[in-house]
């Protein structure tokens, strides 16, 4: 065999070798996985996660009985306190049922403290078959998740609430109820589910740790769009993937693919699949206005999930923000729920949530998806639509008596998209030495996103790095006057850059808001009142 065809033999092995790898490798990213949970209690969360997974979903209470309960039970305090809850309830999803009554009873009397709860298991509105849920002897640790502002709190017994499991199918979920006192005086009764989940998993080359549980909504089993969902790289919570809501229902973009992730009902098992479906380009622009380049980051919404913008959303706001002008993202009909710079004006912008005479009359029902994202048919967001001012408050039937007081609620709104507009304001750049003697490592460290296996070697770059290049230089020169000026127009340019990452770094944002004045006149020009109303 001659050289010649040895090496085109090796050279197609070695060819071979190599596409085996990358299809393996391919499928690898691409394929779904599964990963095993287990069962936690929610007050043994991490504290830097707790409150996502032990606040509940919360119902303000009022002294006033409802209307439509037909019976209640004997009641030995004069001040009892009433309400209604929705279970399960979606974050977006509008009630379908007027949900479960209840009744809170002191029995030692008025001023004695609320120690019994009746709830309408049957949801006939009738108490007198109901038995009453008294306090829990031996609560949870760190019930009150170590709020200040909750002053007082009752655990109350657990509770089973029936949910759907599979289609036709329901299994009962267990509930604590804790009455929370704040420092308002206000009262509200809350429903902490009694377990979560947690497990690792790795997604290509990353690994997570991952919480699962129940946020400010009890939407039905683990396998519900509003499950909360906390992704920690290698268990960093400084450096979870911070954006959106934390929602099971969140597409996160990880090694440069979408993925989904939906636990089985029981949150027994985690599956991992990538979006396979067609992209868009989604863009936002100034419109020609020459305010200055538009960059943006946030959160779209479809009816089903949520799509980040521009990111990992550590920083939200100012110079350290990860915002992108354009990007590509699943397509679909969403809505916006955006941060937009255009040089130093600023922009808050989320789908219209209100309807007349209602303030966020729409947050829980139907809305516009007006930011519809197709293939090869870019979508570019530059407010060139003309926008309107439209009044959540009063409706435009209102009628009020004289000396009655008149509620006024303006919105600016585009009518086009039916997109709100939740802050406008216009910043300005000041500069604050940095108090930090790290400010170097942490400004690099914060726009790289470099992990900390990365700390070492990054010092020698920026340290060593110059160094080692005179050195290099200097054996090739072989002159040591050479050698000198080299070093010296490298420290200058060494001084140079790190004298720019020190001025980046004590960058800091301040914004002012931009609310119009609104006037309220009579027929005949008179001012009835005047004074600053704030957008949203």
Same mark, same amino acid.
């Given at each position: 065999?001659?050289?010649?065809?040895?090496?085109?033999?090796?050279?197609?092995?070695?060819?071979?070798?190599?596409?085996?790898?990358?299809?393996?490798?391919?499928?690898?990213?691409?394929?779904?996985?599964?990963?095993?949970?287990?069962?936690?209690?929610?007050?043994?969360?991490?504290?830097?996660?707790?409150?996502?997974?032990?606040?509940?979903?919360?119902?303000?209470?009022?002294?006033?009985?409802?209307?439509?309960?037909?019976?209640?039970?004997?009641?030995?305090?004069?001040?009892?306190?009433?309400?209604?809850?929705?279970?399960?309830?979606?974050?977006?999803?509008?009630?379908?049922?007027?949900?479960?009554?209840?009744?809170?009873?002191?029995?030692?009397?008025?001023?004695?403290?609320?120690?019994?709860?009746?709830?309408?298991?049957?949801?006939?509105?009738?108490?007198?078959?109901?038995?009453?849920?008294?306090?829990?002897?031996?609560?949870?640790?760190?019930?009150?998740?170590?709020?200040?502002?909750?002053?007082?709190?009752?655990?109350?017994?657990?509770?089973?609430?029936?949910?759907?499991?599979?289609?036709?199918?329901?299994?009962?979920?267990?509930?604590?109820?804790?009455?929370?006192?704040?420092?308002?005086?206000?009262?509200?009764?809350?429903?902490?589910?009694?377990?979560?989940?947690?497990?690792?998993?790795?997604?290509? &080359?990353?690994?997570?740790?991952?919480?699962?549980?129940?946020?400010?909504?009890?939407?039905?089993? /683990?396998?519900?769009?509003?499950?909360?969902?906390?992704?920690?790289?290698?268990?960093?919570?400084?450096?979870?993937?911070?954006?959106?809501?934390?929602?099971?229902?969140?597409?996160? &973009?990880?090694?440069?693919?979408?993925?989904?992730?939906?636990?089985?009902?029981?949150?027994?098992?985690?599956?991992?699949?990538?979006?396979?479906?067609?992209?868009?380009?989604?863009?936002?622009?100034?419109?020609?206005? &020459?305010?200055?380049?538009?960059?943006?980051?946030?959160?779209?919404?479809?009816?089903?999930?949520?799509?980040?913008?521009?990111?990992?959303?550590?920083?939200?706001?100012?110079?350290?923000?990860?915002?992108?002008?354009?990007?590509?993202?699943?397509?679909?009909?969403?809505?916006?729920?955006?941060?937009?710079?255009?040089?130093?004006?600023?922009?808050?912008?989320?789908?219209?949530?209100?309807?007349?005479?209602?303030?966020?009359?729409?947050?829980?029902?139907?809305?516009?998806?007006?930011?519809?994202?197709?293939?090869?048919?870019? /979508?570019?967001?530059?407010?060139?639509?003309?926008?309107?001012?439209?009044?959540?408050?009063?409706?435009?039937?209102?009628?009020?008596?004289?000396?009655?007081?008149?509620?006024?609620?303006?919105?600016?709104?585009?009518?086009?998209?039916?997109?709100?507009?939740?802050?406008?304001?216009?910043?300005?750049?000041?500069?604050?030495?940095?108090?930090?003697?790290?400010?170097?490592?942490?400004?690099?460290?914060?726009?790289?996103?470099?992990?900390?296996?990365?700390?070492?070697?990054?010092?020698?770059?920026?340290?060593?790095?110059?160094?080692?290049?005179?050195?290099?230089?200097?054996?090739?020169?072989?002159?040591?006057?050479?050698?000198?000026?080299?070093?010296?127009?490298?420290?200058?340019?060494?001084?140079?850059?790190?004298?720019?990452?020190?001025? &980046?770094?004590? /960058?800091?944002?301040?914004?002012?808001?931009?609310?119009?004045?609104?006037?309220?006149?009579?027929?005949?020009?008179?001012?009835?009142?005047?004074?600053?109303?704030?957008?949203?």
């Amino acid at each position: 065999m001659n050289m010649k065809s040895y090496t085109i033999q090796h050279g197609l092995l070695v060819s071979c070798v190599f596409l085996a790898l990358a299809a393996s490798v391919s499928f690898g990213r691409g394929k779904e996985l599964e990963f095993p949970l287990e069962v936690v209690c929610p007050y043994d969360v991490p504290k830097e996660l707790r409150w996502d997974f032990v606040r509940g979903q919360a119902v303000e209470c009022t002294v006033h009985p409802d209307p439509n309960v037909t019976a209640y039970p004997p009641l030995s305090s004069d001040k009892p306190l009433y309400g209604s809850v929705q279970l399960p309830s979606g974050f977006l999803s509008p009630p379908t049922d007027p949900g479960y009554y209840f009744v809170i009873d002191e029995s030692k009397g008025t001023g004695t403290g609320y120690n019994r709860l009746f709830f309408d298991f049957d949801r006939d509105a009738d108490f007198t078959d109901e038995a009453p849920i008294l306090p829990n002897e031996d609560p949870p640790k760190d019930a009150t998740m170590g709020m200040s502002w909750i002053k007082e709190h009752t655990c109350f017994d657990t509770l089973a609430i029936p949910c759907a499991y599979e289609d036709n199918l329901y299994r009962s979920i267990e509930l604590m109820p804790r009455l929370d006192v704040t420092d308002n005086n206000d009262i509200y009764l809350c429903f902490v589910t009694t377990t979560a989940r947690k497990g690792k998993i790795k997604i290509g &080359r990353q690994s997570f740790d991952v919480w699962i549980g129940h946020k400010r909504y009890m939407s039905g089993w /683990f396998d519900q769009p509003c499950t909360a969902l906390h992704l920690l790289p290698n268990g960093d919570y400084s450096k979870r993937l911070d954006w959106g809501g934390w929602l099971i229902s969140d597409m996160h &973009r990880i090694g440069g693919t979408h993925w989904c992730l939906a636990p089985t009902p029981l949150g027994d098992t985690l599956r991992i699949r990538p979006y396979r479906g067609k992209y868009g380009t989604f863009s936002v622009s100034d419109g020609a206005r &020459r305010i200055g380049r538009a960059r943006m980051n946030g959160v779209l919404w479809t009816k089903d999930t949520g799509v980040e913008v521009g990111g990992n959303l550590q920083y939200n706001h100012g110079p350290h923000a990860k915002m992108v002008s354009t990007c590509k993202i699943p397509v679909g009909d969403y809505v916006p729920g955006l941060e937009i710079y255009m040089g130093n004006f600023h922009i808050t912008t989320c789908s219209n949530i209100h309807r007349d005479g209602i303030p966020q009359g729409r947050f829980r029902g139907l809305r516009s998806h007006s930011i519809r994202i197709r293939d090869k048919q870019p /979508f570019v967001l530059d407010f060139s639509n003309k926008t309107d001012v439209f009044f959540a408050l009063p409706g435009k039937d209102k009628h009020i008596r004289p000396g009655e007081l008149l509620e006024v609620q303006a919105v600016l709104h585009d009518p086009v998209l039916d997109i709100i507009f939740t802050d406008l304001e216009w910043g300005q750049r000041r500069f604050e030495p940095p108090d930090s003697d790290e400010w170097v490592f942490g400004l690099l460290l914060d726009r790289i996103d470099l992990d900390d296996d990365w700390h070492q070697p990054l010092i020698f770059v920026l340290f060593l790095g110059p160094a080692l290049i005179c050195w290099l230089l200097s054996l090739v020169l072989k002159k040591k006057r050479r050698f000198l000026k080299v070093l010296f127009v490298m420290f200058i340019a060494f001084s140079m850059i790190v004298g720019l990452i020190y001025y &980046r770094s004590g /960058f800091r944002w301040d914004y002012d808001n931009l609310n119009p004045t609104v006037t309220i006149l009579r027929s005949d020009g008179e001012v009835v009142s005047s004074g600053i109303m704030p957008f949203g």
